[in-house]
């Protein structure tokens, strides 16, 4: 399949009107052919219209002819082969084995997807019979979900398969009977052209409205931000830096209809390393931590940022350890020339501080992320809100509090977050069950004995958590709850069977049901 430089819009290639953009591949630094033109607010806005026109016949279709449509389009990416392999490689600067690893993955949310869709659930169908001899008599109610309308997705740079332009954002709407409009990444526009057409061929071979699925080209804070005030548009899925989420939130607030926002932001992921555990494997917690810390260069939405712990001969076996396995650490390519460029920044204003010491500082190189360590102490990293933010790239910083109350002070102070680790032993259970109150309040995922890198797609994920780690703490966008964000209720209170949906007639298509408030199988 070529790569044109086009956007896909209505089933069709289109070109942009506006300024062009080139791909890079931060391994050669060198840029990529061919030019990809911003779409002007005109394709944009006909893109909105013809999402808006397939929004009722997609949203009727069976979960049956969903199911198809979601594994069609991880046909249509296998299909791709090499082509789109070798494009994520050059375009990414990610090695081979993580692209084929997450195409998998990305493939693998879809039929994921499919299954939730077949098993039923979702339309979390409620039944209360009427009561006509109460007093008052209760009238005959039932509830399902239906889809939100139209959702404008933003593609993330750090996952560029997973997280784009069919990731999970993608699926969970298209489950949910949603059309998309995805906003491609302007770090990956030639990988976004391929998975978009397998997307817009699985749309034709389905026989769906060309509507269902637009492919958005470009780069510039105007095109994402005509897209989220276009009335059509009832949900915004986003992946990336703090500013760009709440630019958008701030967008989406000041419509004159407003819509939710699901921004994943940024996250510094603390890890609680216990005394217990500690005393007893700190050099082996060490080295683990070094692996979870450099996995894609760091550029992990889940990378440990921050490690609490208290002082001592413990803690400093576990940094030696640590800083031993980052320094000899090379320098990798990072996603894009602006990512690499704030990781340095970050690392220098660490690095330069006069309240941090620097443990570790692999040797860097332009466009590129080398390992580095910190340490602070409690008391600056309490008093300086700074040393909180996230540096995105292979860098984190240790701080070393004086005993316990002071480990707890630290833990409060800090801003929501998509995972807390504790490393624990069973010494520590007494520690460890007096952080769960405060870390369910800071965080999405808890997690022990392990690191945050690594989020499972299951049923169970929280991929989420208080702001600014996301923007709606109450959702999940890994998993099959990300589906809850592009649904909402409707209730039917006394329509004939003939007139109600299908999942909410008596004899109706099987799905789970509460039934006057029993949960039972149709
Ligand atoms: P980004 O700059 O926020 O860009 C994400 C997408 O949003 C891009 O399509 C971008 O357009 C668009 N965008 C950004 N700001 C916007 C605004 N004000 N109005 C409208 N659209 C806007 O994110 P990034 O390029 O992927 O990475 C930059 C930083 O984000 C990283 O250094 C890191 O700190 C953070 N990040 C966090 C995560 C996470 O999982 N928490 C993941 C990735 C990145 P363009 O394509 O034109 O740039």
């Not at 929004?55 to 049956?64: I, P, V």
């Not at 309490?382 to 996230?390: F, I």
């Not at 520690?431 to 800071?442: D, G, H, N, S, W």
Request: one cysteine or more; glycine letters at 10%.
């Amino acid at each position: 399949m070529m790569i044109t430089g086009e956007a896909l819009i209505g089933g069709v290639a289109v070109q942009g009107t506006g300024t062009p953009i080139r791909a890079y591949n931060p391994a050669l630094q060198e840029s990529m052919e061919p030019a990809f033109y911003a779409v002007d607010a005109q394709q944009i806005d006909q893109a909105c219209r013809l999402a808006d026109a397939a929004f009722d016949a997609f949203r009727a279709l069976g979960d049956e002819a969903r199911a198809v449509f979601l594994e069609t389009i991880g046909e249509q990416i296998m299909a791709l082969g090499e082509t789109l392999v070798e494009r994520v490689m050059a375009e990414s600067g990610l090695p081979r084995a993580r692209v084929e690893g997450e195409r998998g993955r990305t493939v693998g949310q879809l039929k994921l997807f499919a299954t939730l869709l077949r098993e039923g659930s979702w339309h979390d169908v409620r039944i209360d019979q009427a009561l006509p001899e109460r007093t008052p008599p209760r009238p005959d109610l039932r509830m399902r979900m239906i889809a939100l309308g139209p959702v404008a997705v933003f593609a993330a740079s750090n996952f560029p398969l997973a997280f784009s332009v069919a990731g999970g954002d993608t699926a969970s709407a298209l489950a949910a009977g949603c059309p998309v409009l995805l906003k491609a990444h302007s770090a990956h526009p030639g990988t976004s052209e391929l998975v978009g057409r397998a997307i817009v061929k699985a749309v034709e071979l389905c026989g769906l409205p060309a509507g269902v699925f637009a492919l958005l080209t470009g780069s510039g804070n105007g095109i994402g931000q005509e897209l989220v005030r276009h009335p059509a548009i009832k949900a915004v899925g986003f992946t990336g830096s703090r500013s760009g989420g709440m630019a958008l939130m701030a967008v989406a607030a000041a419509r004159p209809v407003p819509i939710p926002v699901y921004a994943e932001m940024s996250s510094i992921n603390p890890v609680f390393l216990l005394p217990q555990a500690l005393a007893a494997r700190a050099e082996a917690i060490g080295q683990g931590f070094a692996g979870s810390l450099v996995l894609g260069v760091g550029q992990m939405c889940t990378n440990p940022g921050l490690v609490i712990a208290i002082e001592g001969a413990d803690l400093e076996r576990f940094a030696s350890s640590a800083a031993q396995a980052l320094t000899g650490g090379a320098a990798c390519p990072m996603l894009s020339p602006g990512i690499a460029g704030s990781y340095q920044r970050g690392i220098t204003q660490l690095a330069e501080h006069a309240d941090v010491a620097t443990l570790a500082l692999a040797p860097q190189e332009q466009g590129k992320g080398a390992p580095a360590l910190f340490r602070t102490t409690a008391a600056a990293f309490l008093s300086q809100h700074a040393l909180s933010e996230e540096v995105f790239g292979p860098a984190s910083l240790v701080v070393a509090c004086r005993d316990l109350a002071e480990l707890h002070q630290v833990a409060e102070s800090l801003e929501g977050q998509l995972t807390a680790t504790l490393q624990l032993d069973d010494g520590d259970l007494a520690v460890a069950q007096a952080l769960l109150p405060l870390l369910e309040r800071k965080a999405g995922r808890i997690l022990a004995n392990g690191f945050p890198t690594g989020v499972e797609v299951c049923s169970a994920m929280v991929h989420g958590g208080p702001f600014p780690s996301t923007s709606d703490g109450r959702s999940t966008s890994v998993g099959t709850g990300a589906i809850a964000r592009f649904l909402r209720p409707v209730a039917y209170q006394n329509l004939a069977q003939a007139l109600l949906p299908a999942v909410l007639r008596d004899n109706g298509a099987a799905a789970w049901r509460r039934r006057d408030g029993e949960l039972t199988r149709n």
